[in-house]
Antibody
Framework: EVQLVESGGGLVQPGGSLRLSCAAS????????ISWVRQAPGKGLEWVAN????????NYVESVKGRFTISRDNAKNSMYLQMNSLRVEDTAVYYC????????????WGQGTTVTVS | QSVLTQPPSASGTPGQRVTISCSGS????????VYWYQQLPGTAPKLLIY???QRPSGVPDRFSGSKSGTSASLAISGLRSEDEADYYC???????????FGGGTKLTVL
């Protein structure tokens, strides 16, 4: 079964750090761009960052630039989101999502991991 | 405030046809494909429409998408109770170098 599973969420104080992981199964992660998308409580979806297949390109939403770092380890079929200098407004469910080739959208999503900054 | 603009709510009765609009600009919808995601309560989003009007396998043909200029819309025909969910449009944005989402539309089946 094609699947993404996030982990690493939790409760952290403002200014603290967390590292989220996203593990792929049922497919080879190295063939895809991967995104992190978050959803604050009761709010809509917000794209956070994405990373190219080989890690050579990374993009971030303005509000996390300089604080969050996206990375991947294709040998482990996993990708990560290092979150530093966390703020209350970073509280959200964080999803990783696979970007299908040829502009076919984010076709596989994880179940999400909850980050609470308080 | 989201870069893409959607109505916060929509509603319809079973069997009806409803449409949800998504308005953007020349740096996103005007230049790139539009995607639609469905999020059922308490679950992760699911890809509903890609490349403006294409349906992934398994998505009923009751769902259709269209795009014109800097706007797009999602149409749901033959509305069913299980369609009650939040719907989000998305597109790549050139000036932001990132994906942008609409604020979401909560669809209620009366």
């Amino acid at each position: 079964e094609v699947q993404l599973v996030e982990s690493g969420g939790g409760l952290v104080q403002p200014g603290g750090s967390l590292r989220l992981s996203c593990a792929a199964s049922g497919f080879t992660l190295r063939s895809y761009w991967i995104s992190w998308v978050r959803q604050a409580p009761g709010k809509g979806l917000e794209w956070v960052a994405n990373i190219k297949q080989d890690g050579s390109e990374k993009n971030y939403v303005e509000s996390v630039k300089g604080r969050f770092t996206i990375s991947r380890d294709n040998a482990k079929n996993s990708m990560y989101l290092q979150m530093n200098s966390l703020r209350v407004e970073d509280t959200a469910v964080y999803y990783c999502a696979r970007e299908a080739p040829e502009s076919s959208g984010m076709d596989v999503w994880g179940q999400g991991t909850t980050v609470t900054v308080s | 405030q989201s870069v893409l603009t959607q109505p916060p709510s929509a509603s319809g009765t079973p069997g009806q046809r409803v449409t949800i609009s998504c308005s953007g600009s020349s740096s996103n919808i005007g230049r790139y494909f539009v995607y639609w995601y469905q999020q059922l309560p308490g679950t992760a989003p699911k890809l509903l429409i890609y490349r403006n009007n294409q349906r992934p396998s398994g998505v009923p043909d009751r769902f259709s998408g269209s795009k014109s200029g800097t706007s797009a819309s999602l149409a749901i025909s033959g509305l069913r109770s299980e369609d009650e969910a939040d719907y989000y449009c998305a597109a790549w944005d050139d000036s932001l170098s990132g994906w942008v989402f609409g604020g979401g539309t909560k669809l209620t089946v009366l």
